[in-house]
């Protein structure tokens, strides 16, 4: 049994994540704490996203897609639905569904026959599912919000782009002057963990508890690397702006007990334009390590105000080698050479 964690405070970035806008205002995704302030977070379902788009751009991976159709008509057998072949065909051939999993409901046929449970079948053209009435797969790889460390402070922006407006805006919405919306804005490093279980990537769970092996273990390390790769250089595109939000620090690995070990034990405060992390509550965090095994930690020269010690009493090195380590501990978890 083997999970990999990681941990990780992001560079700089501004204005992330958006919820509903109110009026004109656009209003920022934020967390109350219980002193009355507020910090902005980037949702989970956010972070997957630019993952998957970075993973489609970049890895060649396969997103669930209108072909879906096919899979349900290939899965259908003696008038009844293969449930294990349809999760095992979409985890071999959809990198995102064995990532991220997936769930289905009120599935239906190229000529729109609705499948349902055997049990609930009531109608002619309704084919049954082999058992259950959904397809369902839990993601083995989980995230967290990304958290800011800095405050909200109310700052807010006016949008505005005249030239726009002057050139072609006026004549396509018919208005004698433009409408000027507000944005809140917040720029801040971020925190937040990411866990994969490692048993779980590129195997089928069957109803009845049992699991199966889809893919060999070179294309399971093969994937998580990948995922390793993205992270490494995840950014976000939001409004018109590329936002970096690359590890400025890593603290992670790959643990016989599969637990999120870093996610309190991160705690970093902005002053002087530096980060400071608190070292003894990392530290501490690590004593939960599972005995004999140790933390793998990174950082970016010149962002922390306590550089020196984190390099002294952490072993920390850069935010290259802590990825080219971990990407071996998962290599030699799944017992394959180079991928």
């Avoid at 008509?73 to 959809?94: A, E, H, M, P």
């Avoid at 002053?271 to 390590?289: G, H, M, V």
């Amino acid at each position: 049994m083997g999970g990999l964690t990681l941990t990780i405070i992001t560079a700089k970035a501004t204005s992330l994540n958006y919820g509903e806008s109110v009026g004109n205002v656009s209003v920022l995704k934020k967390l109350s704490l219980g002193d009355g302030s507020q910090k902005t977070f980037v949702s989970d379902k956010a972070l997957k996203y630019d993952v998957r788009r970075k993973g489609k751009e970049e890895k060649s991976w396969r997103l669930l897609d209108e072909k879906l159709k096919e899979y349900v008509k290939n899965s259908l057998l003696n008038n009844g639905f293969d449930v294990d072949s349809f999760g095992k065909d979409l985890i071999r051939d959809y990198e995102e569904f064995d990532l991220f999993g997936g769930l289905f409901t009120n599935l239906k046929t190229e000529d729109g026959k609705k499948i349902v449970g055997k049990d609930k079948r009531k109608k002619k053209d309704e084919i049954p599912l082999s058992y259950g009435d959904s397809v369902k797969r839990v993601c083995p790889v989980k995230m967290t919000y990304a958290f800011s460390i800095s405050k909200f402070s109310g700052d807010t922006n006016f949008l505005n782009n005249i030239d726009a407006y002057n050139r072609y805006i006026k004549h396509v919405e018919g208005e004698k002057e433009q409408s000027i919306p507000m944005s809140e804005e917040h720029t801040s490093h971020y925190i937040y963990t990411l866990t994969v279980d490692l048993d779980r990537v590129g195997v089928w769970e069957k109803e009845d508890g049992t699991t199966e092996d889809v893919l060999d273990n070179d294309e399971k390390a093969k994937r998580v690397l990948e995922l390793l790769d993205i992270i490494k250089t995840l950014n976000r595109q939001i409004k018109g702006r590329w936002e970096n939000l690359s590890p400025v620090f890593v603290v992670g690995g790959v643990f016989s007990v599969k637990h999120p070990f870093f996610m309190e034990g991160v705690e970093a405060v902005e002053d002087r334009d530096k980060l400071w992390l608190n070292t003894q509550r990392l530290k501490e965090s690590c004593d939960y390590l599972p005995e004999g095994e140790e933390a793998v930690v990174g950082i970016l020269s010149g962002v922390f105000g306590n550089e020196e010690e984190l390099r002294e009493s952490l072993g920390a090195g850069s935010v290259a080698e802590a990825f080219k380590r971990l990407k071996e501990q998962v290599r030699e978890y799944y017992g394959v050479s180079e991928v």
